[in-house]
Nanobody, 124 residues
Framework: QVQLVESGGGLVQAGSSLRLSCAAS????????MGWFRQAPGKEREFVAG????????QYGDFAKGRFTVSRDNAKNTVYLRMNSLKPEDTAVYYC?????????????????WGQGTQVTVSS
């Protein structure tokens, strides 16, 4: 049974940092590209970052460039999202997702598996 379990969210002040983790199980982790998405209330789910299955290629949404860093540890079946200089507009539920592909897509509907999400709230 495939499971993606996010952790590391919380309530922080603007300017703070957080590191989200997504632990995967039930499939061959290093065959899958991994993506991070977020969804704020009343908004569509949007692409945050993606990383290829061997970690040599990354992509970011425009708002994430320069502030967020995606990485993975295939030995631990875990993908991470480091978020720096957080802003109130970063408040959302953050999800990780897996896609059986070399290059991670930026469209949510293309992903095969999803986690349940972790809430990130940034106060001003």
């Amino acid at each position: 049974q495939v499971q993606l379990v996010e952790s590391g969210g919380g309530l922080v002040q603007a300017g703070s940092s957080l590191r989200l983790s997504c632990a995967a199980s039930g499939y061959t982790f290093n065959w899958y590209g991994m993506g991070w998405f977020r969804q704020a209330p009343g908004k569509e789910r949007e692409f945050v970052a993606g990383i290829s299955r061997n970690g040599d290629s990354t992509q970011y949404g425009d708002f994430a460039k320069g502030r967020f860093t995606v990485s993975r540890d295939n030995a631990k079946n875990t993908v991470y999202l480091r978020m720096n200089s957080l802003k109130p507009e970063d408040t959302a539920v953050y999800y990780c997702a897996a896609k059986h592909t070399v290059v991670t897509p930026t469209t949510a509907s293309e992903y095969d598996y999803w986690g349940q999400g972790t809430q990130v709230t940034v106060s001003s």
